[in-house]
C-alpha cells in the first residue's frame, strides 16, 4: 500500500499533464485538473523551501552545539537565515510610524537593505572567484595535445577576442568582417548546432525518464530504488 498509493498518484497526475499539453484541455475536466495539479505543485514547492530552510538551520545549529570544526561558519549560516528571515515576516503595523518602513520586503527595509548591500556583493565575489576555476580549467583544456584540442583552442581564442571590446578591436583591425564572420558561422551556426543536439539528448533523457516514473519502474522518488 505505501508503494502502490504513490506510483498511482504520479501515474495518474502525469497522464492528467501528458493529456493537457498534447490536447485542447481549456473546457473540459483535464484542462480544469491540470490547473489545481499546477497550484498544488506551487503550494509542495514552497513547503519544500521551508523544509529545505528548517534542515539548513538543523544541520548547522547541530555542528555549533557538538563544536565540530568549522563550527564558526555554521554559526554565521543559521545567523544568516534568522537575519534575512525575520525582518521580511515582521509586519509594518506592529512597529511604531517612524520605524514602519523597516519592515517587510519593500524597497528601504531591512531585508532589502540586506539583499542588496550583503547577499549581492557576496553572491558577485563568489562568481569573481569561480573566473579564476575557469581560467585555470580552460588553461588545462586548451592545450593543443591533438588536432582536435588545436581546433578547440583556435575556436576559443576567437570567441574570447570577440566577447571583449579589446579583442574586438583587434580582429576588426585584422578584417572588418572578422567579428561577424565569428557571430554567424561560430557562435550561430556551429555552437547553436551542437546545444540543439544536446538539448535533444536532454530531452530524450528527460522523456524516457518520465515514462519510467509513470511505468512505476523508476521509484527513486519514493526513497527507494
Do not use: C
Not at 40 to 64: K, P, T
Not at 84 to 113: C, F, N, Q, T
Not at 145 to 165: K, Q
Amino acid at each position: 500500500m505505501r508503494t502502490t498509493v504513490p506510483v498511482a498518484i504520479a501515474f495518474v497526475s502525469g497522464i492528467i499533464m501528458l493529456v493537457s499539453f498534447f490536447f485542447r484541455t481549456e473546457d473540459n475536466v483535464f484542462g480544469d485538473a491540470s490547473q489545481q495539479l499546477l497550484i498544488w505543485s506551487s503550494i509542495i514547492g514552497g513547503f519544500s523551501f521551508l523544509l529545505g530552510a528548517i534542515s539548513i538551520v538543523r544541520v548547522n545549529w547541530r555542528n555549533v552545539r557538538l563544536k565540530k570544526s568549522g563550527w564558526g561558519y555554521n554559526l554565521l549560516t543559521v545567523l544568516a537565515v534568522f537575519a534575512m528571515l525575520v525582518p521580511a515576516l515582521i509586519k509594518k503595523g506592529w512597529l511604531p510610524e517612524s520605524m514602519a518602513h523597516l519592515a517587510g520586503r519593500d524597497a528601504g527595509s531591512i531585508y532589502d537593505w540586506i539583499f542588496i548591500y550583503v547577499a549581492t556583493p557576496m553572491s558577485q565575489t563568489m562568481f569573481a572567484v569561480l573566473a579564476f576555476y575557469i581560467a585555470s580549467a580552460a588553461y588545462r583544456a586548451f592545450r593543443a595535445r591533438s588536432a582536435e584540442a588545436t581546433l578547440l583552442l583556435i575556436t576559443a581564442s576567437l570567441v574570447m577576442l570577440w566577447r571583449v571590446p579589446m579583442g574586438e578591436a583587434l580582429l576588426n583591425s585584422i578584417h572588418p568582417g572578422l567579428p561577424g564572420w565569428i557571430n554567424t558561422y561560430v557562435m550561430s551556426g556551429i555552437n547553436l548546432s551542437v546545444q540543439r543536439g544536446i538539448l535533444l539528448g536532454a530531452a530524450l533523457g528527460a522523456a524516457s525518464f518520465s515514462l519510467r516514473i509513470l511505468l512505476g519502474i523508476e521509484r527513486t522518488y519514493m526513497g527507494r530504488g
